[in-house]
């Protein structure tokens, strides 16, 4: 059974940064395409960001592309989401997600393993 834990959530002044990281269970990590999702409070849950298994491949939803950045350290079986100039409207709960492939999605249904979230608040 795969576990996820996602630490370094907080509050945040806008403009600010934080680094999430999540921590997964498994001697495989390095197999699996990894996301990180978000949801706000009303608002169904969004993809912000996924990596290739290797790390060389990344892609992003628009609204955090040059603000946020994907990686991943396959030998601590970890994978990061370094977040910078945030805004108020990047507040929400954020979860790191494994696929059971290494193709790429960003289809929540499509994530086999979720951690249970980091909340993440910017204040205006």
């Known amino acids: 059974q795969v576990q996820l834990a996602e630490s370094g959530g907080g509050l945040v002044q806008a403009g600010g940064s934080l680094r999430l990281s999540c921590a997964a269970s498994g001697r495989t990590f390095s197999n699996y395409y990894m996301g990180w999702f978000r949801q706000a409070p009303g608002k169904a849950r969004e993809f912000v960001a996924g990596?290739?298994?290797?790390?060389?491949?990344?892609s992003y939803v628009d609204s955090v592309k040059g603000r946020f950045t994907i990686s991943r350290d396959n030998a601590k079986n970890t994978v990061y989401l370094q977040m910078n100039s945030l805004k108020p409207e990047d507040t929400a709960v954020y979860y790191c997600?494994?696929?059971?492939?290494?193709?790429?999605?960003?289809?929540?249904?499509?994530?086999?393993?979720w951690g249970q979230g980091t909340q993440v608040t910017v204040a205006s």
């Open positions: 997600a494994r696929r059971g492939s290494f193709y790429s999605s960003i289809s929540p249904s499509l994530y086999e393993n």
């Open positions: 990596i290739s298994g290797n790390g060389g491949t990344t």
